[in-house]
């Protein structure tokens, strides 16, 4: 079965550093989308992306964050200057065109900022 | 503003036992979707079963089944049989259609789900 793909599983990196979280969604899928889950709490969604455009923000997706999808196949998730506070779980997930249809998700990337 | 609430912040079960987690949502919609997703502490996030409001019947995938009372804006998932593979983070989710014409999965707190041998 077709999955989405995350790259690094875990990333380590100094505050103040860009970071970028790299995710390969499923082929035939159109929407995509970043989720955060703050360690012990529930997930949240940051970021849609449809027709190479951003289709929705959450107030947590500042000026700090970016989505770029480089070569359509690549979905790539850019933290400009990382705060302590961006350590988190953060998710890719895709969907087909259909509407209602299940979300899939990555495994996920953890993001330690020190 | 479109919630989902999980009032079980913890759960167990006995292996082979059956277990209800509980889910209730804030909608205005008369059509939408609803889900359960599994979180095991590799911190995957796995689909486990979905429901569409307009659909009278609760679906069931083998072992996982729902209650789905939409008057009440109910969700509960039953787990028959559980296992030890089990033993996870369970979280509601419900699709929110946003202004941009987007969907964004709103997720409840979660239950963790201790399954004893």
């Known amino acids: 079965e077709p999955e989405v793909t995350q790259t690094p599983s875990h990333q380590v990196t100094q505050m103040g550093q860009e970071v970028i979280l790299r995710c390969v969604p499923i082929?035939?899928?159109?929407?995509f989308y970043w989720y955060r889950q703050i360690l012990g709490q529930k997930v949240e969604f940051l970021v849609s992306?449809?027709?190479?455009?951003?289709?929705?923000k959450s107030e947590i997706f500042d000026d700090q964050f970016s989505v770029e999808r480089p070569d359509g196949s690549n979905f790539t998730l850019k933290i400009r200057s990382t705060k302590l506070e961006d350590s988190a779980m953060y998710f890719c997930?895709?969907?087909?065109?259909?509407?209602?249809?299940?979300?899939?998700f990555g495994d996920g990337t953890r993001l330690s900022i020190l | 503003a479109q919630t989902v609430t999980q009032s079980q912040p913890e759960m167990s079960v006995q292996e082979a036992e059956t277990v209800t987690l509980s889910c209730t949502y804030d909608t205005s919609e008369s059509d939408y979707y609803l889900f359960w997703y599994k979180q095991p502490p590799s911190r995957q996030m796995i689909l486990v079963i979905r429901?569409?409001?307009?659909?009278?019947q609760n679906a069931t995938e083998n072992r996982f089944s729902v209650n789905f009372q939409k008057a009440a804006k109910s969700f509960s998932l039953k787990i028959s049989d559980s296992q030890l593979g089990d033993a996870a983070m369970y979280f509601c989710a419900h699709i929110l259609i946003t202004q941009g014409g987007s969907e964004k999965l709103v997720f409840g707190k979660g239950t963790k789900l201790t399954v004893n041998p």
């Open positions: 429901q569409e409001a307009y659909k009278q």
């Open positions: 082929s035939n899928h159109l929407y």
């Open positions: 997930a895709s969907r087909p065109n259909r509407g209602g249809q299940p979300q899939h």
């Open positions: 992306f449809y027709n190479n455009e951003i289709s929705e």
